[in-house]
């Protein structure tokens, strides 16, 4: 049975190869050099036709190959480039802040989230109406005097509005009514049916109508009169769907998410503070104050 020296001299050595294999150099002109783990990241980005153009076809290999000692070549000219060159600072930011966003995504994806299971039933019950309220629901039915602005007389249009209400209320019917007087076509052909359950404040609702349609004591009584831009409605309730709540497993997802997008979110902040000026910090206030000098309001 071999010893454990004698295995660790074994996988010592296949370690040594290994790393050998990553730094070989497998391209290289003018002191410039590709190795074999450079090239193999490099193209593991090409897209698939440039993969098998270097695959399969020598020129076009050498080709893509001059492009990426190309760009390395440049690389290194910009790395000769002196502080004292009004181009460098430009450089060395652009860099700093490169590799800024590079350590923060590194941190990003390696981050271990915890399971948020047991914290998102807590806050499902301490939350309950922002996760799981599901708001009152109604449908309607109604008749529109159509009076758009600036083409009728609002209060004439009420006062003939007002007429129906009151003949409604009285027990007159309503389809005869809506066929009678509607001005709006779509729901005209419906008997007045406005055909979408709506809550207070329904976006893409003309805000009048919701709000007197939530005015409403029972299914089948009427709104009073309501003013919209498109003219005076007359507001049948035709149904109700309660407010109720949704269960846990229904919104356990939606919670979760929120929980793993907080703890991102709050670890990110810890990262970044993390690197916030110590205590041992060295300022010399004397040349910063010679930097902000020009920048000073004038007087001051």
């Not at 080709?63 to 460098?88: C, G, T």
């Not at 005097?145 to 309503?174: H, I, M, Y």
Request: glycine share 6%; charged share 25%; with cysteine.
């Amino acid at each position: 049975m071999p010893s454990i020296k004698s295995i660790l001299r074994t996988v010592l050595l296949l370690l040594a190869v290994q790393h050998s294999a990553i730094a070989q150099v497998v391209v290289e002109d003018e002191g410039i050099s590709l190795n074999q783990a450079e090239l193999t990241f490099i193209v593991s980005q090409w897209t698939d036709q440039m993969k098998k153009s270097a695959a399969n076809d020598p020129g076009d290999r050498l080709e893509l190959l001059n492009r990426v000692l190309m760009v390395k070549k440049m690389a290194a000219e910009a790395d000769k480039i002196s502080p004292d060159s009004a181009a460098y600072w430009p450089l060395a930011t652009t860099l700093m802040n490169e590799k800024r966003k590079f350590i923060l995504q590194e941190y990003v994806n390696n981050l271990k989230v915890p399971d948020m299971s047991k914290l998102a039933a807590e806050r499902y019950e301490t939350e309950k109406e922002k996760y799981a309220l599901v708001p009152e629901k109604r449908i309607s039915s109604h008749i529109l005097f159509a009076c758009p602005p600036g083409s009728c007389s609002r209060e004439e249009t009420k006062v003939k509005a007002q007429k129906v209400l009151d003949e409604l209320n009285a027990g007159a019917d309503f389809t005869a009514a809506v066929e009678a007087y509607s001005g709006d076509p779509g729901s005209k052909a419906k008997g007045g049916k406005f055909n979408k359950w709506i809550r207070l404040g329904e976006p893409g609702v003309a805000g009048p109508y919701s709000e007197g349609l939530f005015t409403i004591g029972k299914v089948g009584e009427y709104s009073g009169l309501v003013s919209t831009q498109f003219g005076v409605h007359i507001i049948r309730l035709d149904g109700v769907e309660e407010a109720h709540f949704l269960t846990y497993d229904e919104v356990k997802a939606k919670i979760i998410a929120d929980l793993e997008a907080e703890f991102r979110r709050s670890s990110i902040t810890e990262f970044n503070r993390s690197f916030n000026m110590t205590d041992q910090v060295i300022i010399d206030n004397e040349a910063v104050d010679a930097i902000f000098a020009p920048y000073r309001a004038a007087g001051e």
